[in-house]
C-alpha cells in the first residue's frame, strides 16, 4: 500500500509516495500559487496511492488538494490530534504547524530526542521535541529568502542576488556585501537561537537542519550535526503509517 504525502508550504508544494519500508521514487512540486483542480487533475497521471496525508500552512489550498485528492482515497490532514507516536507538551496544540509537527516525527524516527530541528523556508522554524518524547514549542524567524527579497524589494540600488559562501566578510562589491550580510549574518542569528534553546533544554539535544538553504547555512555552523532534505516527508510517511494504514 502506498500513500501520497503532500507537503503544502508558502511557497511550494511537495508531493511523495511511500509505504511502510520507505519513501519511494515517485517525487514532484509546483509553486503553491499554481495549485489548482485544473493542475492536480494532470499532475498525479499514473501516480497508484490508497490515501493521502495532506501536511498543510495554506487553508485556501489546503481545501483544493483536500477535495481533488478524496477521489484517490481517504485524506488525513495532519495535526496534533493525529497519531504521531509523541506527547504534545503546547499549550495552546491547534496553534502548531502541521510541518512542525511532521518535523518532529521525523526527527524523533530517524535522530532521536532531544532534538532540535532547524527548518530553512519561506520562514525559517526551530522545533523542540524533549526527551520524552513530546514537541515542546520553539521559535519562528523570517526566513533567508524572505529577507534577500525584502533587500532587492524595498531598496532602489540593490539587487536580486543568488546565495552562495561568500569569499570574504568583506564585501568588494554590492553582490559580494549582500551575500556576506545574508549568509554571516544569518548563520549568527542560528547560532545565538540554538545556544539559547540548549540552555533551556539542557542536556545535549541533536540538532538537524532540513529545508531549502539548510546545506549552505549548516556548512559554517558545527552546532548542526545533520542535515536531512527528506526529514518532514519521513515524518509524513510515519505519519500515514499510524494513521493510513
Request: include cysteine.
Amino acid at each position: 500500500m502506498a500513500w501520497l504525502l503532500v507537503d503544502n508550504s508558502n511557497t511550494r508544494t511537495k508531493f511523495a509516495l511511500g509505504d511502510a519500508g520507505g519513501l519511494l521514487e515517485a517525487r514532484t512540486w509546483i509553486p503553491t500559487a499554481e495549485i489548482s483542480a485544473a493542475v492536480l487533475e494532470t499532475k498525479f497521471a499514473g501516480w497508484e496511492f490508497e490515501g493521502t496525508l495532506l501536511c498543510s500552512v495554506v487553508p485556501e489550498k489546503a481545501r483544493i488538494l483536500r477535495d481533488h485528492l478524496v477521489k484517490h482515497g481517504p485524506v488525513h490532514p495532519l495535526t496534533w490530534k493525529s497519531a504521531m507516536g509523541l506527547e504534545i507538551d503546547y499549550p495552546n496544540p491547534e496553534q502548531i504547524g502541521a510541518d512542525r509537527l511532521a518535523n518532529a516525527i521525523g526527527v524523533t524516527a530517524r535522530h532521536g530526542a532531544p532534538a532540535i530541528v532547524i527548518d530553512f523556508g519561506t520562514a525559517v522554524t526551530f522545533d523542540v521535541v524533549s526527551a520524552g518524547p513530546a514537541y515542546c514549542g520553539g521559535v519562528i524567524a523570517p526566513g533567508l529568502g524572505a529577507m534577500q527579497d525584502y533587500l532587492g524589494k524595498r531598496t532602489a540600488l540593490l539587487p536580486q542576488i543568488e546565495l552562495e559562501e561568500p569569499a570574504s566578510a568583506i564585501g568588494k562589491s554590492t553582490v559580494e556585501a549582500m551575500r556576506a550580510g545574508a549568509v554571516f549574518g544569518y548563520r549568527g542569528l542560528v547560532r545565538e537561537i540554538v545556544a539559547k534553546l540548549r540552555i533551556e533544554m539542557g542536556g545535549n539535544p541533536v540538532i538537524v537542519a532540513t529545508g531549502g538553504d539548510a546545506g549552505l547555512i549548516a556548512r559554517g555552523l558545527p552546532e548542526i550535526g545533520a542535515v536531512d532534505p527528506d526529514l518532514t516527508l519521513e515524518g509524513l510517511r510515519l505519519a500515514a503509517l499510524m494513521n493510513l494504514a
